[in-house]
Structure formats: structure tokens, C-alpha cells
């Protein structure tokens, strides 16, 4: 037999357009539009696009009303903001199409490609504990409103306008840091939002070296080691007394912390006690000397959140993010990591430039890196 002329009809059954002797199966024309009449032949009808074939009661337009009553009947819906939505019915469904793509690939007598992986037991599971802990952690939040959608325009179109030190960019900025840190952490919740003065290491300012002709491309966005040795500290200032740099004034910068109360002692009696959650940092910037930035620079922006999560804050890990000019960062605080103390959050999307993001993006992206506890963890007393 060629098995190049097998064609599958079923998991279990093919047809052989060759009479051979001692085949069980009659002979006929594989290019025929009708098969033969036997009872292991079936033809379907072939689906159109726009036309779905309806095969039993189940998937009748009747069926289909009654599954859909039965599972909005199942869903539960939470209008409370503080509270979390899980859609139940949504995962079950998830989990159910990815067996019949994923388990054999059988079904309907589909036969998939022979390079295409197969999803193991395993991998299901893990995906769908992913979507269960994905829904756990989905806190609604009321609808996006027109007073935040106004200063989110007015923090967008000042970055039009240069910046100068009796400009608007710091009250659009400030407007727009408090508006959305109230909306993600709520007193509701037990949190409080407060405008802190700028600590040690940014008070003064910071500085960034801008890179020498000669020097490869920057790489701005990357944190350099905080690795410096007798012999390295020499050669760089040594250095830098030779190359030009970037100065943020104090003046460009502000702060605000977020405080989560702590669960009360003792019943609950007595006044709440509130401790360090995360904070954002504002730094105005142009960014048009970005480029420019020295691979060599010993600081990073991100460096001006230490201050408020490790010091004034007593943090051992945690999380705080940046209005760095245009841009939204987000990044992780640990203090065990003597290296780099402060990098970008492992999120893809860690950095968003406001200029073109939309604000239900900013805002979708913002919530998902603060949900949950933040994974803070304070430093031992």
C-alpha cells in the first residue's frame, strides 16, 4: 500500500482508494464526489466562515441561550472597587479550550502538524493556576473619569513647551502624580498619599556624565554596578573632570510617599500606625541629552527612589516608580543586592513614554505593577 495516498477519516479509520487483495475496504475513486454508501464514510458538511455548522441540540440557538443564562447565573459580579472580580465561568472555559487545542489534538478528527508542540498535562495546570491568580489580583477600579483624562493632557502637552524654572511642568506633574496615586491606593484601603521633601542623595541635585565622542553608544536605561574599587574611583574622576554633564536641579524634582496602615495592636485600639508602601519620585527632564549619557556614569535615576524605600522608609525590598520627563518607570528596590540596589522592574512594559501612551494604557499598566502587596518586605528591627 501507499501510504502517501492514506488520507484520515476518523482517529481510528482511513480509506484506501487501491483494491488490494484481502483489503476489507471496497474500492473507489478518491477523486469522486460521493463516496462510496457505507456506514465507516462520512462526509460533513464543510463550515463557512460566517455559517457555523450546528450539529446537535447543544450548540442550537436554543442550547447556546441556555448555556449563556446558566453561566451569567454562575458569574459573580463585584461592584465594590475594593473588592476582587474572579469570573469563574471565564477560566473553566479557557481550561476547556486549551484541552480540545492542546491534549492530542484529535478531536473531530483533526490531526495536528508533526512540529507542533503538545501541551502536557502539566502545562495546563500551571497555566491555569496563572489565570486564577491573574483574576485574584484584578481589582476594579471605577471607570477612567474626564477630570484625570484633563491632567494627564495638561502633563502631555507641557513637555511641548521647554522647561524653565518658572514653568507649569511641575504643577501638571505633581496634579497628575497625586490623582493617579490616590486612584491605586485609596484611603478606603488603608492608605495614605503625602508629598515628602526630596531626601540626601537628590537634594542637592543629580549629575550625569555625558558621553566623549569616542566612547560607544549609550545605554542610559541600563544601571550600572555600584562597583568601585580605590583604583576606579581615581580614574573616574580623573575622568570626569574632562567630560561635560547633565544637571537636574532640586527644583525639577519632587517626591510622594504611599503609607499602608499597619493591622492594629491589641483589637485595633489605639491611633492606626502607618508605614512606607512605595513612593513616586517626579524628575523633569527634556530628555534631549538622553543619548548621551555615559555608559560610565556611576549614578542612575532610578538611584533618587533609595532614599524614600531604604532609608526614610526602612524597606529591604520593595517597589516605586519615576516620572522621569515624559516617561512612567517603574522599578524594584533591594537592599541586599549590594551590586544594584535599584533596576527596572522585571515587567516588559516597565517604562512608558507619556507622550504617546494613551491614559488607560498608563493607567492599566500602573496598576498591575502596584497589585497585591507590592512585594515590600521591611528591614529587621
Request: no cysteine.
Given at each position: 500500500?501507499?501510504m502517501?495516498?492514506?488520507s484520515?477519516s476518523?482517529?481510528?479509520?482511513?480509506?484506501n482508494p487501491?483494491?488490494?487483495?484481502?483489503?476489507?475496504?471496497?474500492?473507489f475513486?478518491?477523486?469522486?464526489?460521493?463516496?462510496?454508501?457505507?456506514?465507516?464514510?462520512?462526509?460533513?458538511?464543510?463550515?463557512?466562515l460566517?455559517n457555523?455548522?450546528?450539529?446537535?441540540?447543544e450548540?442550537s440557538p436554543?442550547?447556546?441561550a441556555?448555556?449563556a443564562s446558566?453561566?451569567?447565573?454562575?458569574?459573580?459580579v463585584?461592584?465594590?472597587?475594593n473588592?476582587?472580580v474572579?469570573?469563574?465561568?471565564s477560566?473553566?472555559?479557557?481550561?476547556?479550550e486549551?484541552?480540545?487545542?492542546?491534549?492530542?489534538?484529535?478531536?473531530?478528527?483533526?490531526?495536528?502538524?508533526?512540529?507542533?508542540?503538545?501541551?502536557?498535562?502539566?502545562?495546563?495546570?500551571q497555566?491555569?493556576q496563572?489565570?486564577?491568580?491573574?483574576?485574584a489580583?484584578?481589582v476594579?477600579l471605577?471607570?477612567?473619569?474626564?477630570h484625570?483624562q484633563?491632567l494627564?493632557?495638561a502633563?502631555?502637552?507641557?513637555?511641548?513647551?521647554?522647561?524653565?524654572p518658572?514653568?507649569?511642568h511641575?504643577?501638571?506633574a505633581?496634579?497628575?502624580?497625586?490623582?493617579l496615586?490616590?486612584?491605586h491606593?485609596?484611603?478606603?484601603?488603608?492608605?495614605?498619599?503625602?508629598?515628602?521633601?526630596?531626601?540626601p542623595?537628590?537634594?542637592p541635585?543629580?549629575n550625569?556624565?555625558?558621553?566623549?565622542?569616542?566612547?560607544?553608544?549609550?545605554?542610559?536605561?541600563?544601571?550600572?554596578?555600584?562597583?568601585?574599587?580605590?583604583l576606579?574611583?581615581?580614574?573616574?574622576?580623573?575622568?570626569?573632570?574632562?567630560?561635560s554633564w547633565h544637571h537636574?536641579?532640586?527644583?525639577?524634582?519632587?517626591?510622594?510617599?504611599v503609607?499602608k496602615?499597619?493591622?492594629?495592636?491589641?483589637?485595633g485600639?489605639?491611633?492606626?500606625?502607618?508605614?512606607?508602601?512605595?513612593?513616586?519620585i517626579?524628575?523633569l527632564?527634556?530628555?534631549?541629552?538622553f543619548?548621551?549619557?555615559s555608559r560610565?556614569n556611576?549614578?542612575?535615576?532610578?538611584d533618587v527612589?533609595?532614599?524614600v524605600?531604604?532609608?526614610?522608609g526602612?524597606?529591604?525590598?520593595?517597589?516605586?516608580?519615576?516620572?522621569?520627563?515624559?516617561r512612567?518607570?517603574?522599578?524594584?528596590?533591594?537592599?541586599?543586592?549590594?551590586m544594584?540596589?535599584?533596576?527596572?522592574a522585571?515587567?516588559r512594559?516597565?517604562?512608558?513614554?507619556?507622550?504617546?501612551?494613551?491614559?488607560?494604557?498608563v493607567?492599566?499598566?500602573?496598576?498591575?505593577?502596584?497589585?497585591?502587596d507590592g512585594?515590600?518586605?521591611?528591614?529587621?528591627?
Amino acid at each position: 500500500m501507499d501510504m502517501n495516498s492514506v488520507s484520515w477519516s476518523s482517529a481510528n479509520e482511513f480509506k484506501n482508494p487501491e483494491n488490494e487483495p484481502g483489503s476489507a475496504f471496497p474500492s473507489f475513486d478518491s477523486t469522486s464526489a460521493e463516496p462510496p454508501d457505507s456506514p465507516i464514510y462520512e462526509r460533513r458538511p464543510e463550515p463557512q466562515l460566517g455559517n457555523p455548522v450546528i450539529e446537535d441540540g447543544e450548540h442550537s440557538p436554543s442550547g447556546i441561550a441556555s448555556v449563556a443564562s446558566s453561566a451569567h447565573s454562575n458569574d459573580t459580579v463585584v461592584t465594590n472597587a475594593n473588592h476582587v472580580v474572579m469570573n469563574t465561568n471565564s477560566v473553566q472555559q479557557n481550561w476547556q479550550e486549551m484541552r480540545e487545542k492542546s491534549v492530542g489534538g484529535l478531536q473531530n478528527g483533526q490531526v495536528p502538524p508533526l512540529d507542533t508542540p503538545m501541551a502536557t498535562e502539566h502545562d495546563l495546570q500551571q497555566e491555569l493556576q496563572e489565570q486564577e491568580e491573574q483574576a485574584a489580583n484584578d481589582v476594579s477600579l471605577p471607570p477612567l473619569d474626564n477630570h484625570l483624562q484633563t491632567l494627564y493632557t495638561a502633563y502631555q502637552t507641557s513637555y511641548a513647551l521647554p522647561i524653565t524654572p518658572t514653568s507649569a511642568h511641575m504643577q501638571h506633574a505633581k496634579a497628575l502624580a497625586s490623582a493617579l496615586l490616590h486612584r491605586h491606593f485609596p484611603a478606603s484601603s488603608g492608605y495614605r498619599v503625602d508629598p515628602i521633601p526630596l531626601g540626601p542623595y537628590s537634594a542637592p541635585g543629580i549629575n550625569f556624565m555625558l558621553k566623549e565622542d569616542h566612547e560607544r553608544d549609550s545605554d542610559p536605561d541600563t544601571p550600572p554596578p555600584k562597583m568601585i574599587t580605590r583604583l576606579a574611583r581615581k580614574t573616574h574622576i580623573q575622568y570626569s573632570f574632562e567630560s561635560s554633564w547633565h544637571h537636574i536641579e532640586p527644583a525639577s524634582m519632587a517626591a510622594f510617599e504611599v503609607k499602608k496602615a499597619l493591622p492594629g495592636e491589641d483589637g485595633g485600639a489605639g491611633p492606626l500606625k502607618y508605614r512606607t508602601h512605595t513612593a513616586l519620585i517626579i524628575v523633569l527632564d527634556d530628555l534631549a541629552t538622553f543619548h548621551r549619557w555615559s555608559r560610565a556614569n556611576i549614578n542612575h535615576r532610578g538611584d533618587v527612589l533609595t532614599d524614600v524605600l531604604g532609608v526614610r522608609g526602612g524597606m529591604e525590598k520593595g517597589r516605586g516608580m519615576l516620572f522621569f520627563g515624559p516617561r512612567l518607570e517603574m522599578y524594584e528596590y533591594d537592599a541586599d543586592d549590594a551590586m544594584l540596589p535599584i533596576k527596572p522592574a522585571a515587567e516588559r512594559n516597565w517604562r512608558l513614554d507619556m507622550r504617546v501612551a494613551r491614559l488607560a494604557e498608563v493607567d492599566m499598566q500602573l496598576g498591575q505593577f502596584v497589585g497585591g502587596d507590592g512585594g515590600v518586605v521591611y528591614q529587621a528591627k
